[in-house]
């Protein structure tokens, strides 16, 4: 899997499991981030995320965001974007190329 790094970890709220971190770089709701550290290490999912107790669909480098975790995390703990390099073409659409190629190629 690609991964790249997007921030790091600013605080951890233990009672309501909610990280929040530093962004430097593009996240988006539906990503699948990592985090890691000296004693962590899980992916999961972003379900849902705030700037400043406002629900967003994105946030980009400089912003500060908190998010739900499904496990405890610390203060400099790095947040990586999994998948961070996507293809932008739909499966469908490389399907119909395979075949325009394969055709082609004939």
Do not use: W, Y
Request: net charge negative.
């Amino acid at each position: 899997k690609g991964a790249k790094l997007i921030g790091k970890i600013s605080h951890f709220f233990g009672k309501i499991s909610v990280a929040a971190i530093e962004l430097s770089g593009h996240v988006k709701v539906g990503d699948t981030i990592s985090i890691k550290g000296a004693t962590t290490d899980f992916e999961q999912k972003i379900e849902s995320m705030q700037i400043e107790n406002t629900s967003v669909e994105e946030a980009n480098s400089g912003d500060a965001i908190g998010i739900k975790v499904a496990d405890r995390v610390r203060p400099g703990d790095e947040v990586f974007l999994l998948d961070g390099f996507p293809c932008p073409l739909s499966v469908s659409q490389m399907i119909c190329l395979s075949h325009v190629c394969n055709a082609a190629a004939g």
